[in-house]
Each structure stands twice: as structure tokens, then as C-alpha cells.
């Protein structure tokens, strides 16, 4: 937030804030794009609403460029596919109803029938056909 010099922000305790003519308030949107590095981040956009010298309030919103240098004025509305690169989790295989798995538990090895939901954890024995 930025407002003019040498004026003050008028507030009540029942009531509005007043702020004064040539306030600016600014929010900035950015996403981290890389879960394994969160210092690799993508600019979204910045968005200003300002309070001009006549007391009107308008707003205006600034698109990033891809290379993040500079922003653009939006004159209308938009969507984007953003691509996020998630951290590992381990690998997962699906296993289907009628296969083989080792249940941990009873230590036996059973069927899976349809009422069965398992994913075996490739990275531990936990769960084999």
C-alpha cells in the first residue's frame, strides 16, 4: 500500500476506513512451479487498486510476461495451463481384481476381489504378487 505524502489514513472504530485521494493498493500473485525447488517460481500477476485524485477507485490488473521482466495491462479475462513439477513420492503400480498380493497383516497371500483397493508401494515389500 502506498499513499500520498504527509496524508493520513482516516479510521473510526464503528465505521469505514478513509483513505486518502492517490492511495494505491497493490497485490502480487506468484507460484512456486517446482516442489524439489521452491526458489523456482513463476510470476502470475500484479494487481493495483487505486484511489485517483478526484476520490474514484478503479482497479487494474498486470499480466507477467513468461521471462518475467515486465507485465502487461489485462483489458479482459484469461486462462492458463500451468505446469508444476511435484516432488517423488515413490513409484506406484496398480494392481487389479484377481491378482496375488502378500497381505502384510495376516502374512498370507490372497486374491484381490472387487471390493479391494491396494497400491503396492515399489519401493518396500510390503505388498508383492
Known amino acids: 500500500m502506498a499513499i500520498p505524502s504527509s496524508q493520513l489514513i482516516q479510521y473510526a472504530p464503528t465505521g469505514e476506513w478513509t483513505f486518502p485521494n492517490g492511495s494505491v493498493f497493490v497485490k502480487h500473485f506468484e507460484l512456486s512451479i517446482n ?4 526458489a523456482i517460481r513463476q510470476r502470475l500477476e500484479t494487481r493495483l487498486l487505486v484511489r485517483d485524485t478526484n ?9 507477467w510476461r513468461a521471462d518475467n521482466t515486465d507485465a502487461d495491462l489485462l483489458d479482459s479475462s484469461m486462462q492458463e495451463n500451468i505446469t508444476v ?16 498380493v502378500f497381505d502384510a497383516v495376516e502374512g498370507t497371500h490372497r486374491a484381490l476381489t472387487s471390493r479391494s483397493t491396494y497400491f503396492a508401494i515399489t519401493s518396500t ?5
Open 85 to 100: 513439477t511435484t516432488a517423488p513420492i515413490g513409484s506406484f503400480a496398480g494392481l487389479d481384481v484377481g491378482d496375488r
Open 55 to 63: 476520490g474514484a477507485v478503479y482497479g487494474a490488473t498486470y499480466k
Open 35 to 38: 516442489e524439489t525447488n521452491p
Open 125 to 129: 515389500s510390503m505388498l508383492t504378487s
